[in-house]
């Protein structure tokens, strides 16, 4: 079995960057290959930048999911960010950290999951970094691009919002406590972007913490109250049912869109029209001091340290 | 003493948030705090981007310096790149890799490096990430913008073209085989603008693995040999004299910008008037496989795995 320390660093860069289709785009006008990558913004656009780490052991473990799976994930994850902007995609660049003993199909496979997911949703690979390390990680930096101020964010919420989320939640929680994870989510970047032009479009967060760990992001930098219904929150499938109600509400991973909207803008069924994704209203913004009202003690959200 | 556990992960981060002025500048409209950042490119300007990762016993180890100066030294290297493309600067990600008995004071004096020396050349951090693991790290994104189509490029050599390097090489090299590292290069960036407008200029790299590893990666780009005279290499002073030769030529970690220059451009005294540095003519590039030319036989570079 051939691993890194057989390739070298600039063989592994070699064969990452086969990877890549060899034209990625009339965006990219420098992709991998030089000091860094440039990348090309229309005018009267600004630029939308995002970077999230994926560590082995602790976003992931190769035992309960392969490689590829891991990878996908983390490209999705990353590109969340972007969706919740509602930017359009320019690129992603990608530091790989790897043990030198780590195979090389290992690193490969996942580097593999990475920049197809990546491709998947319109953002080629166009630059990294390869280094070594003790443990297996990627740091994954996402760049997009939005009109000139109108990025969606998460601190634009007020009293009085009603709240929406798009898809369903819980599932990606459901398979990591069963022990094994093969579903990715989608970025929902095409809903991120034709959000900005909701009419009465509040706040907006991806749910990766999980959702009221999310909401609760969303209620600080907004400087609100929350008040959910549990039971309207859109549970994912699950063995012919629903996954419990703890996971949709604190799971994470989820990769939906969290927003709220005026009193005045659409319903649930126009934004389901408007978005091209099921959606549902699952609560309201309040005065108050920032906290999510109406769940059930205990849902947290994931946790570093 | 406290530990990074002892704050948590959002402890942790806004801890960091702290380091960074609360209106970092007219080009940031969205900063730490959102799901990503939003920063202004002006009109006819392209994006430069560029990521790196900066791991404990690879390359940095806090018993050869404080954390201080492993942050400056880790920003420094990433900045870095941007020069080496001509960029000017707009901002920086930070994703911190943390394991969780860290002290806190260690991760903030290397977070206070890093963001400080951003700061000092004009790069504000934006955004970023902490995540826990085994060991810590901290992997940066810089980015930047350069009129379009006009980045420096290292695939522009051509043979006949003169190679030049800005300041003198070795002193990161010397430290690091003494034990004890204190000097901090500082990027190139203001030279690297200039360099974009200078008559005839060919192919930049910053050198950052050491001068003949990275000519290697110009030659490569290029498609060119080339020739340097070693005896012309710019030493840094070290104790009186100046510091071995095989240092200066494969020491790495000295950050000045290795260029090429067509046969009718500038010499190095009006390279030097127009870039405000030290500019010093080592060698050519000429016709043939990628290789350099006229060294000893020995020197690499740095090299992963």
Known sequence: MRRVSDVG??????????????????GVRVGIGDD???????????????????????????????PRTAGRRA?????????????????LLLALAVPARTPLATVLDFARGIAGEAARHGTPLVGGNVARARELSATLTALGAVARGRALRRDRGRAGDRLFVT?????????????SVRHVGA???????????????GACIDVSDGLVADLGQLCRASRVAARIEPAR???????GGRVPERLA????????????V???????????????????EIGRLEAGPARVRGIPAGPGGFRHF
């Not at 660093?9 to 009339?26: N, Q, T």
């Not at 898809?167 to 022990?179: D, P, Y």
């Not at 005026?262 to 549902?280: D, H, N, Y």
């Open 36 to 66: 860094a990558a440039v990348l090309g913004v229309r005018r009267g656009e600004d630029l939308v930048a995002t970077t999230d780490a994926f560590v082995a052991g602790v976003h992931f473990r190769l035992d309960q999911e392969t």
């Open 167 to 179: 898809g369903a939640l819980g599932r990606s929680a459901f398979e990591r406590a069963r022990g």
């Open 75 to 91: 490209a999705v994850g990353c590109l969340s960010d972007l969706a919740a902007m509602g930017a359009r995609p320019l690129g």
């Open 187 to 201: 970025p929902r970047l095409r809903a991120g972007q034709r959000l900005r032009g909701v009419r009465g479009i």
């Open 9 to 26: 660093e600039f063989g592994l860069i070699e064969r990452i960057a086969r990877l890549v289709p060899r034209r990625p785009g009339p």
């Open 249 to 260: 509400l604190a799971g994470g991973e989820d990769y939906e869109l969290l927003f709220s």
């Open 233 to 239: 929150v859109p549970r994912a499938a699950a063995r």
């Open 262 to 280: 005026r009193p005045a803008g659409p319903g649930a069924a126009a934004l389901r029209r408007r978005l091209g994704l099921p959606v549902t």
